[in-house]
């Protein structure tokens, strides 16, 4: 430090001291001041307030008047509204999207949303605008999604490794896709992967493209199939299983060609493209004649008929009419091979459905007779060709979507440890219990229905069961480890060998369902913001996307509740009692439990709401619609709006806070305005 230095930095502390000095003096003068205030007597009253200390609220000058009498100050009263964030979003909706200069008892709808249209797009053409909120409106239901999407993915970013099988999975799967997809050579994983795959098709059959030899007694359906079946494949060329929410196995034909989602010669390009970076050489030759059969062979399979009704045969009916494929080797070949195959099969096998199409049960020409008049060339090809189709994907721009979609219960657990307010859980459930009371009430109270008709409604109602939320299995401690033990994926595994591992997990995982061994089933399904009705089951499932708002929220007031989650759950219940639906029991079996008489009242009764439907006259579409294809969803929505209403109307509102901004409107009008938005 030089001398000039030292006396700068000696000046600086002299007046460093002085500054202290004098903030000290203050300070005393100050505190002289305060001691010496006539409101110190105000300010000792306040500190026995044993809020003080905590309160926001500053505490008001005290007023004297004149004479030096104190006022008396009417004690405020407390505001009994709605204060938290999801109910001012919900005030702030009522208010900004209502018209009111439209007179609501002339068009309600107008009243309660009209401004809503208003504002969301101005410069479009009336059509393109009413689209437009369409969709705005179905993003709006999905925000849930959407922070679902980023919740995942705040939780993938900073997770770190732990004892947990789910979560690892998916962080391992995660990493994996990131690393994929930030690789400085993308060319290196997309080698490796297709070297995997060829190295797989290889163990499923012979293919002929690769094999100059390639004889036709080379050739065995059945151990292709099986051996798809092996690696996790639910697709098989010519027909696909898969489970559905109701825990049926289903069989159905695969129809569409290749060509609806390729580009013509896109699928050759690519085909030469994978030979190339696999260093295969094939004889380009054979490759165009083997393409121009495959695309053949998928125009006939194509043009086969198509039956459009919900109709299903049994696996027996479709073994007599396909003996050349052997089904049940097939749906084995999937099982967890720990299991015991022949216990666990006596149970799958009963719940397996064939959708009823002319490709399986036409008598003259099937699917028997394509295989026994096809050339096997041409089916060991097309088998192979529509598996490649399988593995051809684009890039993944959103790993975290690539997590929800491959894992799926895994996320949503993760979600509901993370984000779900559980008390929604127990809000959700007693509200199903209270629509299944009014539909209770509405049955016994029937003016048309014959005892014995209620009887059974009741009983059918009562039977239904429901899961809120998430199941309950998602619940117990390690209870998704246990299912996750199964999935062995490692971060030393490909991106594409993971993608493998998984298929086949879910693969066991839905055998597992159908069963019975898991109340879950490992689907995208679990993520969806809705409630459904199982007919097959007379089983009512509310999702835990559903109970978050905007549709709900444990804050809301009883009446926003029902109004909004309590009609789609009514709407739900009410399938149950559909025109389709009615004459199945209380198990979900078909059962008419319907006197004639009654069941003739019913359809007269539905007969009303199709003309009334037909007869609709909507200012822009004018009379196109038609009530007899939307008949189960009018008849379910009447049954939940109603249910809905009586609800509301059966329990004690009086005590429910108030919407900011309607507090001197009826409750009775806020639930309608409530109900019109959503
Ligand atoms: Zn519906």
Redesign the pocket.
């Known amino acids: 430090m030089s001398a000039d230095e030292k006396a700068q930095s000696r000046c600086l502390i002299g007046s460093l001291i002085i500054f202290i000095i004098l903030i000290i003096a203050l300070l005393i003068t100050a505190v002289i001041l305060k001691f010496s205030d006539s409101h110190l007597s105000a300010l000792s009253q306040n500190s026995s307030n044993p809020n003080y200390s905590n309160s926001l609220v500053p505490s008001r000058p005290e007023l004297t008047t004149a004479a030096g009498l104190k006022p008396t100050v009417a004690p405020i009263e407390p505001r009994n509204v709605c204060e938290s964030k999801e109910c001012i979003t919900l005030a702030h909706q009522l208010h900004n999207f209502r018209d009111p200069t439209v007179d609501p008892c002339q068009d309600f709808y107008q009243f309660s949303c009209g401004n809503y249209i208003q504002h969301t797009v101005v410069e479009e053409p009336v059509m393109v605008r009413k689209n437009e909120i369409f969709v705005n409106l179905i993003r709006g239901m999905h925000s849930v999604v959407c922070s679902l999407r980023l919740m995942i993915s705040d939780f993938l970013v900073k997770k770190r490794r732990t004892t947990s099988n789910s979560e690892n999975a998916m962080k391992t799967l995660y990493d994996k896709c990131e690393e994929v997809k930030n690789a400085e050579d993308p060319t290196t994983h997309e080698k490796q992967k297709w070297k995997e795959a060829i190295d797989m098709i290889k163990k499923i059959g012979s293919w002929p493209i690769l094999n100059k030899n390639w004889k036709e007694s080379g050739f065995n359906l059945n151990n292709m199939l099986t051996k798809m079946s092996e690696f996790g494949f639910e697709k098989f060329g010519f027909f696909e299983i898969y489970a559905n929410a109701d825990q049926y196995l289903l069989i159905s034909p695969l129809q569409s060609p290749m060509k609806q989602k390729h580009q013509p010669g896109r699928f050759k390009k690519t085909l030469l493209h994978i030979f190339k970076i696999s260093n295969i050489k094939i004889d380009a030759k054979q490759l165009k004649s083997d393409l121009k059969d495959f695309e053949k062979f998928e125009d006939e399979i194509a043009g086969y008929p198509v039956n459009y009704r919900r109709e299903f045969q049994t696996l027996d009916q479709l073994q007599k009419q396909i003996p050349s494929v052997n089904f049940e080797k097939i749906i084995r070949s999937s099982m967890n091979p720990k299991k015991n195959k022949n216990e666990f099969w006596d149970k799958v096998k009963d719940r397996i459905l064939i959708t009823d199409q002319p490709l399986f049960f036409n008598t003259t020409k099937n699917l028997e007779t394509i295989l026994k008049t096809t050339p096997k060339r041409t089916l060991a090809n097309f088998l192979i060709f529509r598996l490649i189709d399988l593995m051809i994907t684009q890039p993944d721009n959103y790993c975290e979507e690539v997590v929800l979609d491959r894992l799926p219960l895994a996320s949503l657990r993760v979600f509901v440890r993370n984000h779900f307010d559980k008390e929604n859980l127990k809000i959700a459930s007693d509200l199903v219990e209270d629509l299944r009371q009014s539909f209770k009430d509405s049955f016994q109270q029937s003016t048309w229905l014959h005892e014995e008709t209620k009887k059974k409604a009741i009983e059918k109602l009562e039977m239904m069961r429901k899961m809120i939320g998430y199941p309950e299995e998602l619940e117990k401690p390690g209870a998704l480890d246990k299912i996750f033990e199964t999935l062995q994926i490692s971060p030393s595994d490909s991106y594409h060998t993971m993608h493998i591992k998984i298929g086949r997990f879910q693969m066991e995982q839905a055998m597992e369902f159908v069963a019975g061994s898991t109340k879950i089933l490992a689907d995208m399904r679990v993520l969806w913001a809705n409630a459904a009705y199982f007919f097959n089951s007379n089983f009512l499932g509310v999702n835990a996307l559903l109970l978050d708002d905007p549709m709900f929220d444990s804050t809301y007031p009883k009446y926003a509740k029902i109004a909004s989650a309590g009609r789609v759950i009514g709407?739900?219940i009410g399938?149950g009692f559909d025109p389709l639906n009615r004459r199945k029991d209380g198990n979900g079996k078909e059962n008419d439990w319907w006197t004639p008489e009654d069941s003739n009242e019913y359809d007269k009764r539905v007969q009303c709401l199709v003309e009334k439907y037909d007869n609709f006259d909507h200012p822009l579409y004018g009379k196109k619609f038609n009530g007899t294809t939307a008949l189960?969803?009018i008849s379910?929505d009447v049954m939940g709006n109603d249910m809905a209403w009586r609800t509301y109307k059966r329990l004690d509102m009086s005590n429910e806070p108030k919407i900011i901004g309607f507090e001197k409107e009826s409750t009775d009008k806020v639930y309608f305005y409530i109900s019109a938005l959503v």
Do not use: G
Request: glycine letters at 0%; proline letters at 0%.
């Open positions: 709407h739900e399938h189960r969803e379910a």
